[in-house]
């Protein structure tokens, strides 16, 4: 990804990039932290990331929600969950998306997340997941860490036609609401939600933004498929702990009861390892994605998650392992 970031700032607004990049890690990622320490003398003459994680995948490396693409590109979320489909990569759709959610059931044949704010509206909340799932929805990414928007990060909205913010949500609005604060995160959600939401739609429900073990560990029993280790990008609490060294005591907390998730300056292939590694199930990736999107379009994001999946595939190779399940943490070690 040498360059992307420079070429992507070039294509977009100073406004558009600023709202990008905020809240966004400076100096060394936190996965640089984490060594390796490979096995060696086995037969890596074929490495499988295969996974089925909420559907199908040939990679574990896939797109994290993040809002309102169509800012970076004409096309937007529909161009990024095609490239997504085409690398076999999960693609989790922003509930602040620039595009309808059956344009994205339509644009992708195989298996896609919604992503879910529970809103001040709850009754907008319920049409939108009830959207998704008649859409082709495989599970919903519920964002735990968002009772209201952060000041180390949300604020500050580029220009933005509400036609565009709002595509999905208008027709749900009741006549004569004030339209954003409808749509605002409800700061009352509690972890009996989750259970509410699988129950409305029937589907697997995933808690993002989890960063404490006992927290994982109760969404789990609350009902959660799977936990998301996430810390918004650094949008939301300033100085909360990288999800880097989090995922850990995460990943132990929860066992085999649930999927593990993560995301959180993830840069290359070798940061998606040591997640995996550590005992994430799936890594995901926000700004690079919109990087490779501001670039070149769709096939920029499949630039990124190609580039991506071969660096995995070949740290795995060189790590002496040929398949996910032999990612363990004796792989790892902190500097």
Not at 244 to 257: F, H, K, Q
Not at 306 to 320: I, K, P, S, T, W
């Amino acid at each position: 990804m040498t360059g992307l970031a420079e070429r992507a700032e070039r294509e977009l607004t100073p406004e558009v990039w600023a709202y990008l990049m905020r809240g966004a890690t400076v100096g060394e990622s936190p996965w640089e932290r984490w060594r390796f320490a490979p096995r060696v003398l086995r037969d890596v003459r074929s490495v499988d990331t295969t996974t089925s994680l909420f559907g199908a995948w040939r990679s574990p490396i896939g797109v994290a929600p993040t809002a309102f693409h169509r800012l970076i590109h004409p096309e937007g979320e529909a161009a990024v969950a095609r490239a997504a489909a085409d690398c076999g990569a999960p693609f989790v759709l922003s509930m602040r998306a620039t595009t309808l959610i059956e344009d994205i059931g339509a644009a992708v044949a195989g298996p896609w997340w919604q992503q879910v704010y529970l809103m001040r509206d709850r009754c907008i909340t319920e049409a939108l997941v009830q959207r998704a799932a008649a859409a082709g929805a495989t599970a919903l990414v519920l964002t735990g860490d968002t009772p209201y928007v952060g000041r180390s990060g949300g604020r500050g909205l580029p220009p933005l036609d509400d036609d565009l913010a709002l595509v999905n949500v208008a027709r749900h609005l009741p006549p004569g609401a004030d339209a954003w604060a409808s749509i605002e995160q409800h700061a009352g959600a509690v972890v009996d939600d989750i259970a509410r939401l699988s129950a409305l739609t029937g589907l697997p429900v995933i808690v993002k933004g989890v960063l404490r073990a006992d927290e994982a560990r109760r969404c789990v029993d609350a009902g959660a498929a799977g936990v998301w280790v996430s810390d918004h990008g650094g949008r939301q609490l300033g100085r909360a702990v990288a999800p880097a060294r989090a995922l850990p005591e995460v990943a132990t907390a929860v066992g085999a009861d649930a999927a593990v998730l993560v995301d959180g300056d993830v840069r290359d292939g070798l940061d998606a390892l040591a997640a995996l590694a550590l005992g994430a199930d799936a890594v995901f990736v926000g700004r690079p994605v919109l990087w490779g999107l501001a670039d070149a379009g769709a096939d920029g994001v499949g630039s990124v998650l190609a580039g991506l999946h071969d660096e995995l595939r070949h740290g795995m190779g060189l790590a002496g392992a040929t398949r996910l399940g032999e990612l363990s943490p004796d792989l790892v070690v902190a500097r």
